[in-house]
C-alpha cells in the first residue's frame, strides 16, 4: 500500500492532537488558550478517525506569517500533542490509509467538522492563520538556531551527501557511542529520531569521523523500529520517505549547520581519539565587558549539600559510614525522595556508582537497605552500579564514564573509594602530579554531571571537620564541593549505633554542619527480617565541637537547646528572649547560641504577641515559642535505640 505525506513548508505548521481512547490531546490545546487568552481558529484538519474535532482529534494545519517562519518551534504543546514543522514530521492526506486506525481512509475537513467531499481537495489558502498570541504561548518568540534548506530532492540530497568530503575510516569511540544511545533512544518515535540525528550531525559538524557508516546504520535501525508491530495491530510508528534520516540530513547539512544546540542535541566537548577539534576553542580571551554580563544563579542538585555538577571528595575518618551516606545520598538523587528527609533534591536524576571495594553482594545488601528506608522500589530507580576498578586516568576509565554520560546520562557518579581507582603510577604526596589526575576526571564530566570521590582522613591528623584532614595530596586543591565526616563518639558496633558530625560545603555557597546520627541494626542472615535502617539529623551550631562531646554524645549547646524548648513548651509565646535566656538557666551566652540556632532552623518561632505588663497594660513583643513545624528530622520508621 503505498500513501502519501504532507509535508509543512517554512509557512506551514500542523497542530497533530490526539483525542481517542485514553488519549486527552485537546486538554492540552484548552490549556494553552486561556495561557494565550485566544482559542485555536477553525482551520483545515486531516483525520482517519471521522467524527468531530472535539471527539476524534486530528492534524490542524495552520498558515504562519513571515515574521513567524524562522521561530524555534517545541516538539509538542503538551501531553497527546505533536507540531508537525519543516524539520519534524508530516501529515498523511487524503486519499491514504492509515493503518493506525484500521486503514481507514484520511480525510479533510474544513473549519475543523466540515467534511470535503471527494474528489474535491481544499487549497493551502483555507488554512487560517495561526495568531500572534498562539505563536508566543507556544515558541516564547525565540528565534530558530538550526538553519535549514529549501526543498531537496532525494537525488539532490545524495549528490550532496557523495560530494561532502569525510574524514577516512570507521566511526570514532564517540560517534559509536552516540550512535548507540540514539538506537536506544528510537522506541520515543519521530522526535526521538531527529532529536538522535541532530546529535550526530553535530558530532560531524566538529569532523568527528564516520557519519556516513552512522547514518547508513541508523537509517537500518530507523525502519525496523518503525515497522516493529505492536500488540492488537498496525505498526509501531506511521512514518514516510520524509521521516528518513537520510533526508533530514541531507536537508540540514545543505542548510549550513554548523553547530546544533539547544534541548535537541548539544555538541561535543569530549576529547576524541579521532583527532576531531574541540567545538570549544582553547584560550579565548573573554573582554571585561563579556564578563559584565549577567551570569545564572547557581543551581543545587541537592538543596544546601552539593550544587548542580559540582565535583569534590566524600572524607571521613573510618568507620563513618561514607558508603551509606554516599548510598543515602545516590538514591535520593535518583528517587528524587529528600536527602535524609530534610534537604530536597532539586534536580533528581540517574546515578552511576562505581564499586571499588567489597564486591557486589555487600554493595547490594546496603543499597537494598538504603532504599528500603527510603520507602522507594529500587528495582526502579535510575540507577547504575560497576564493580571492576581502572586508573582514574586510563583510556579504559575514561571510556567508561564518556560512554555512560552518554547512555544513563547520570545526575551523580561516585567513584568510591578513591584508593581503588589510584593510578600507581602517581604517588599519593604528590600535590602537581594529583592534581592534574583529579582535574582530568572532573574535566571528562563537566557540566555533565555532579562527581563526588569517596577519600579517608589522616589517621593521625587533626580531628577536625577540614579539608586539609584528608590523607591524600591534592583533593582540598582539587575541591569545587566537600562532604566530610568524623565520629562524635565511638561507634556502638553491638548495636550499629554511629553518632557522625558532618559538614557539607562548597566554594560556591559555603556550608554547614549537622549531626547525624545513624542507626544500622545488624541484619544477621535475612534481609527480610532485619529491623529498618533509621538515621536522625540535626543542625550543629556555631561552636559546637564535636570533639568535645560529654559522655552521652552531647554537647553545651545541645543541651541548653533542650532547656530552651522545654521551658517553650511550658509557657509558649508568653517570654521574650531575655526571659528565656533567665529560665533557661546555665551559660547565658550558650543558651543565646542555642536560640539562635532553633530559631534559624524553625525549630522556634518569634511572633509579636500582646501580653499585659507589670501595671497591666498589653505591650506587644516579640515573644519565643515552639515551630509548628519543626525543623529536626526524626527516624523514618521506628525510633533511635
Not at 550543629?540 to 568535645?548: K, Q, T
Amino acid at each position: 500500500m503505498a500513501n502519501i505525506g504532507l509535508h509543512m513548508g517554512h509557512d506551514k505548521i500542523g497542530i497533530d492532537v490526539d483525542q481517542y481512547g485514553p488519549k486527552h490531546g485537546l486538554d492540552a490545546i484548552r490549556a494553552l488558550e486561556e495561557q494565550a487568552g485566544v482559542k485555536f481558529p477553525p482551520t483545515l484538519r486531516l483525520t482517519s478517525r471521522g467524527g468531530k474535532f472535539e471527539d476524534s482529534g486530528g492534524k490542524l494545519i495552520y498558515r504562519l506569517k513571515p515574521e513567524h517562519q524562522h521561530l524555534a518551534w517545541p516538539g509538542t504543546v503538551g501531553l497527546d500533542t505533536e507540531i508537525l514543522q519543516f524539520h519534524h514530521r508530516y501529515a498523511m492526506t487524503y486519499p491514504s490509509r492509515n493503518p493506525m486506525s484500521g486503514f481507514s481512509r484520511v480525510r479533510w475537513y474544513r473549519n475543523n467538522d466540515e467534511l470535503v467531499r471527494a474528489p474535491e481537495i481544499p487549497h493551502a489558502d483555507e488554512c487560517a492563520f495561526l495568531s500572534d498570541e498562539l505563536v508566543a504561548a507556544i515558541t516564547g518568540l525565540k528565534p530558530q538556531e538550526i538553519v535549514l534548506s529549501a526543498e531537496m530532492t532525494s537525488d539532490d540530497i545524495e549528490v550532496f551527501l557523495n560530494n561532502r568530503p569525510e574524514p577516512e575510516g570507521e566511526p570514532c569511540s564517540i560517534m559509536r557511542r552516540a550512535l548507540d544511545k540514539a538506537v536506544d533512544d528510537l522506541a520515543g518515535g519521530h522526535e526521538a529520531m531527529r532529536d538522535g540525528l541532530f546529535h550526530l550531525v553535530a558530532l560531524a559538524s566538529e569532523s568527528h569521523r564516520g557519519i556516513r557508516t552512522v547514518l547508513d546504520e541508523y537509517r537500518r535501525a530507523w525502519f525496523v523500529e518503525v515497522t516493529r508491530e505492536v500488540e492488537g495491530g498496525g505498526f509501531a510508528h506511521a512514518t514516510s520517505m520524509d521521516s528518513d534520516p537520510m533526508r533530514a540530513y541531507g536537508r540540514a547539512l545543505n542548510g549550513g549547520v554548523k553547530r546544533v544546540v539547544g534541548e535537541h542535541g548539544e555538541t561535543s566537548n569530549v576529547p576524541c581519539s579521532c583527532g576531531a577539534p574541540s567545538s570549544r576553542p582553547r584560550f579565548v580571551v573573554f573582554s571585561a565587558r563579556d564578563l559584565a554580563e549577567p551570569v545564572p544563579p547557581m543551581e543545587w542538585l541537592v538543596e544546601d549539600v552539593w550544587p548542580l555538577n559540582s565535583f569534590g571528595p566524600m572524607g571521613g575518618e573510618k568507620k563513618t559510614l561514607k558508603t551509606y551516606n554516599l548510598l543515602s545520598l545516590s538514591v535520593a538523587v535518583a528517587s528524587g525522595e529528600p536527602f535524609f528527609g530534610r534537604f530536597k533534591v532539586s534536580a533528581p536524576g540517574p546515578v552511576l556508582y562505581l564499586v571499588g571495594e567489597g564486591g557486589r553482594i555487600p554493595f547490594q545488601r546496603r543499597l537494598q537497605r538504603v532504599a528500603e528506608a527510603y520507602e522507594v522500589d529500587l528495582a526502579g530507580l535510575p540507577f547504575g552500579a560497576t564493580f571492576d576498578t581502572a586508573a582514574l586516568d586510563s583510556d579504559e576509565l575514561r571510556d567508561v564514564l564518556a560512554r555512560q554520560l552518554d547512555h544513563l546520562q547520570p545526575a551523580l557518579v561516585v567513584i568510591d573509594p578513591l584508593y581503588a581507582f589510584h593510578p600507581a603510577g602517581v604517588e599519593a604526596t604528590n600535590l602537581y602530579e594529583r592534581g592534574r589526575m583529579l582535574a582530568a576526571v572532573s574535566g571528562a564530566v563537566a557540566d555533565q554531571s555532579a562527581l563526588i570521590i569517596a577519600d579517608h582522613f589522616n589517621k593521625t591528623g587533626s580531628r577536625q571537620l577540614d579539608l586539609d584532614s584528608i590523607a591524600q595530596a591534592g583533593m582540598a586543591q582539587w575541591a569545587d564541593s566537600w562532604i566530610l565526616q568524623r565520629h562524635h563518639k565511638p561507634p556502638e558496633l553491638a548495636t550499629g549505633t554511629y553518632r557522625l558530625a558532618v559538614e557539607f560545603g562548597s566554594r560556591q555557597w559555603g556550608g554547614a554542619r549537622y549531626s547525624v546520627d545513624w542507626f544500622v541494626p545488624n541484619p544477621g542472615e535475612d534481609l527480610a527480617t532485619a529491623a529498618p535502617i533509621t538515621w536522625q539529623v540535626e543542625p550543629l551550631a556555631e561552636g559546637d565541637d564535636p570533639a568535645g562531646v560529654g559522655a552521652r554524645g552531647e554537647t553545651p549547646i545541645s543541651r541548653a537547646k533542650q532547656r530552651v524548648l522545654d521551658v517553650l513548651a511550658d509557657q509558649p509565646f508568653e517570654l521574650t528572649k531575655n526571659e528565656v535566656v533567665k529560665l533557661a538557666g546555665g551559660n547565658a551566652g550558650t543558651v543565646r547560641d542555642a536560640i539562635a540556632h532553633l530559631i534559624e532552623w524553625r525549630e522556634v518561632e518569634v511572633k509579636k504577641v500582646a501580653r499585659p505588663d507589670a501595671s497591666g497594660r498589653s505591650v506587644s513583643r516579640d515573644r519565643l515559642g515552639p515551630a509548628e513545624k519543626p525543623g529536626v528530622i526524626r527516624p523514618r520508621r521506628g525510633g533511635a535505640p
